[in-house]
């Protein structure tokens, strides 16, 4: 994981930003809950929300991304830092309603939790920084105020998903012990991570294998050069699967049981349930911790699944501070245009044009190259 000064040199649009809201503050006094990852990237977004007057309540996504010096910087920077998730933890769900926060920056269950609450909200919208978080969303209760849909947004998924994800999973499952030249690799799911993680394993030398049960991303596949194969085929060929699916049980223990001896399961995102752990510990003759991961034996065959959730996540830190200095910064104008009272549509929507339009000109401007635009 990156660290302090380090990352910050590495985020120069954010940089940018924090200079630009403390010269006039676009969040003065408004509250803004955010549920991170809390790293140390995370933080330089943290100080740029303090820098535009905001008052900032910080709550921990999961356990397996905290990162106590990062919590300890947040803090010390002026925020308020929530250590557990708040799922599940009725303390830390109190403590979000008593903040009475105006402006989200979510990963699901802050919407989840504040739509849960009968009457009038202080919510004036908020942005949505997962795949697996919007479709939380979409399914859950219709939410009153406007939700931008950061990881959907057009800049995010053409520069920071495709290839801040792609090389965090490749550099993942490359530190979890995993050998990727000359593997052959079922990759499961081809949206956009899909193919960002399918083309960061190819550039590892790896025969990537495509199973997906959507027919437009599997001849967008084939006609990107990766083999498609149907699921039962593949497993039994893969030495390395990677779910990208954020599907419950998108590997059941029968699907487990085609791999071949030392084969290697992996999941890329958010969720632990793509892979069904509890079926293979109740099948295996014995479980052990390996480096990165639980192996199990199956009396015929061995697998190893790698920790979870997020293998991108768990064994590679998130995504390089470059990277993610271009989401941070689509969040910290997304929530500055709903706080700025700009009007937009109750629900789940898209990030505004013109934000992504001025993150794009700001990274092209540190990269030497505002000069190539009219």
Same mark, same amino acid.
Do not use: W
């Given at each position: ?31 803004? #809950?955010?549920?991170?990852? /809390?790293? !140390?990237? &995370?933080? $330089? =977004? ?7 007057? *905001?008052? %900032? ?33 009725? #303390?830390?769900?109190?403590? /979000?309603? !008593?903040? &009475?926060? $105006? =402006? ?7 919407? *989840?939790? %504040? ?33 931008? #849909? ?7 998924? &053409?520069? $920071? ?8 999973? *490749? ?56 083999? *498609? ?146």
């Amino acid at each position: 994981m990156v660290e302090g000064d380090d990352v910050r040199s590495r985020m120069p649009v954010l940089t940018e930003l924090g200079r630009r809201f403390a010269a006039a503050p676009p969040l003065a006094r408004r509250r803004v #809950a955010a549920a991170l990852n /809390i790293t !140390a990237e &995370a933080v $330089e =977004l943290v100080r740029v929300l303090l820098a535009g007057g *905001a008052q %900032v309540l910080v709550v921990s996504s999961k356990a397996t991304t905290f990162d106590p010096a990062a919590a300890e910087a947040m803090t010390t920077a002026g925020a308020r830092v929530l250590t557990e998730p708040a799922p599940g933890n009725d #303390a830390v769900g109190k403590e /979000i309603l !008593a903040f &009475a926060p $105006e =402006l989200l920056l979510d990963n699901g269950d802050l919407t *989840a939790l %504040v739509t849960a609450e009968d009457g009038p909200t202080a919510v004036l919208g908020g942005t949505v920084h997962s795949q697996h978080a919007l479709s939380r969303v979409r399914r859950g209760a219709p939410v009153p105020y406007p939700l931008l #849909a950061v990881t959907e947004s057009a800049l995010k998924t &053409a520069v $920071e998903t495709a290839h801040g994800t792609g090389q965090a999973a *490749a550099r993942g499952l490359m530190n979890a012990g995993v050998q990727l030249a000359g593997s052959r690799v079922l990759l499961l799911g081809f949206g956009v991570t899909g193919r960002a993680v399918a083309d960061y394993l190819r550039g590892c030398h790896a025969r990537v294998m495509v199973s997906e049960v959507a027919p437009v991303p599997l001849l967008q596949a084939v006609y990107l050069g990766f083999e *498609a194969v149907p699921l039962r085929a593949g497993l039994a060929a893969a030495d390395v699967v990677v779910s990208v699916t954020d599907a419950r049980q998108a590997l059941a223990l029968a699907d487990l049981r085609l791999l071949r001896d030392g084969a290697v399961v992996g999941g890329i995102g958010h969720t632990r349930t793509e892979i069904d752990r509890a079926g293979l510990r109740a099948a295996a003759t014995t479980v052990a911790r390996v480096p990165g991961g639980v192996r199990y034996d199956l009396g015929d065959r061995r697998l190893t699944v790698l920790e979870g959730p997020g293998g991108n996540h768990v064994f590679a830190g998130i995504n390089p501070p470059e990277l993610m200095d271009i989401s941070f910064a689509l969040h910290a104008l997304s929530l500055t245009t709903l706080a700025t009272g700009r009007r937009l549509p109750p629900g789940v929507g898209p990030v505004p044009a013109d934000v992504d339009a001025e993150v794009a000109r700001l990274k092209l401007d540190v990269l030497g190259l505002s000069e190539v635009l009219p």
